[in-house]
Every structure is written in structure tokens, then in C-alpha cells.
């Protein structure tokens, strides 16, 4: 299995876990301890990291997908009698999701240059002065 298979597979099913927490009844939230805001923050800049990786060549796609989720499931929320939507949840959620897409192209990006750069030098390595 390669890397953006991988990544693309956790992603997806990252996704559907957020969607769960996001809209399962209250007392069915999975926590992890944290401040909420973190929690957030974090699920939806692993989302956008995963997605960035798995998608690399589609920036703006993977950018506007994990935006339109992170308001998309926030305002579903006001669908259910417990849970309520907020501005403040929704700006959370997109400013971690886009910090984790700009992360994942950056690692993509990275891993690109330095791939290039290794193969120079292994190339240059098989030559003596």
C-alpha cells in the first residue's frame, strides 16, 4: 500500500468520525480530555493534513472541501434539539483545517524537493575528482 493510499483511506475515514462527533447527540461525544476548541483545532487540521497528502496535486479542491465540511457539519448541528451551531465553532474548525492543508502541501512539497535533491547527489556520488 503507498503513502497517499494510506493517507487517503484515514482520511476518509477521519472524516466520517468527525461527522459522527459533530452530529451524534451530546452525551454520545466522544471526548478526549482536552479543551474543546483543541479538540476541534486538531481533528480538523489532521483532516486537512491527510487530505492534502492524499490529494496532493488538488490544493484548492482539498481546501474548499475541508471548509465546506467544517461549516457544512456545523450548521447541520442546528438540525438536532441538543447541539447548536456557532460562529466561534466554525472559525475554529476551518482555521485548523486550512493549517492542515497548507501543512500537508508544505510536507508534500518538501518531500518532493528533497527527493529531487537526494537524487542529485546519489547521481554526482557515482563520480570522482
Not at 447527540?25 to 492524499?54: C, I, K, Y
Not at 467544517?70 to 466561534?88: C, F, K, N, P, Y
Amino acid at each position: 500500500m503507498n503513502f497517499k493510499l494510506a493517507a487517503s483511506i484515514l482520511a476518509w475515514l477521519l472524516l466520517g468520525l468527525i461527522a459522527y462527533s459533530t452530529l451524534s447527540p451530546l452525551d454520545m461525544r466522544p471526548r478526549m480530555g482536552a479543551w474543546v476548541h483543541v479538540e476541534r483545532f486538531g481533528a480538523f487540521g489532521l483532516l486537512g493534513l491527510l487530505f492534502a497528502t492524499a490529494y496532493p496535486r488538488r490544493f484548492l479542491l482539498v481546501l474548499a472541501v475541508v471548509m465546506a465540511t467544517a461549516i457544512g457539519l456545523e450548521l447541520l448541528q442546528m438540525l438536532s434539539t441538543d447541539r447548536h451551531a456557532r460562529l466561534v465553532d466554525i472559525a475554529v474548525k476551518a482555521i485548523g483545517g486550512a493549517c492542515g492543508v497548507v501543512a500537508g502541501w508544505f510536507v508534500t512539497y518538501s518531500r518532493h524537493r528533497f527527493r529531487h535533491a537526494m537524487a542529485w547527489v546519489n547521481q554526482n556520488a557515482n563520480y570522482r575528482r
